[in-house]
């Protein structure tokens, strides 16, 4: 469909579409958050950052993503004590969604540098704010700003319908028996976080 978007690891191992894309179905937001920029770093994908430390993220219905192909290659890790799920590819490392830490809590955010660039500025839209501009990089005060606040705004009568609908449990990261993640999460030790946070990579 024309309001499709295709989306890929690095290698390509993983791959699949994000169906009905478009701004009333989804929000493009740019992340400046310190968790999103120590995942990139962690994962080795620092490339994928703007030049103020921003991630483009497209945040949309959970069961509006189709895995083609890498169910097995899926991964994920919590980067602090909270909920947040980041998933990424095993094979290459490279970043693709965050979650909550189960499916009872339905939505899905897609690290838009994963998707084909010939076709998501136009299906996305234009980013509709930026987050924690006070982490980003060098001088940000010129950036759009936009609250947790309004995201969840707009999140809430999606997460609503995910759930009375029943489609949390058709998410393809997360069993829809038990809406558990269909990969094993792991979390970061004190340790690799204190390695982010002196500037080092972790292996």
Known sequence: MASDLAFACR?????GTLRDVGPGQGDHVICHCTDCQDLTRHLGHADMLDAHGGSALYQSRCAKMRL?????????????????????????????????ANGRIPYITTQLAACDPAK???????????????????????????????????????????????????????????????????RLTAEERQALRSGGAIP
Request: aromatic share 8%.
């Open 11 to 15: 290698c390509g191992a993983v791959s």
């Open 68 to 100: 083609d192909t890498g169910r097995d290659r899926l991964a994920c890790l919590h980067m602090t004590d909270k909920p947040t799920l980041r998933w990424y590819a095993s094979c290459c490392g490279m970043p693709l969604f965050n979650t909550y």
């Open 120 to 186: 998501r500025d136009a299906l996305t839209g234009p980013p509709l704010g930026h987050l924690f501009t006070q982490d980003g990089s060098g001088d940000t005060s010129a950036l759009p700003k936009m609250s947790m606040g309004r995201l969840m705004r707009r999140f809430f009568p999606r997460m609503v319908k995910d759930m009375i609908s029943g489609d949390r449990r058709r998410c393809a990261l997360f069993d829809p028996a038990t809406l558990e993640p269909v990969a094993p999460p792991r």
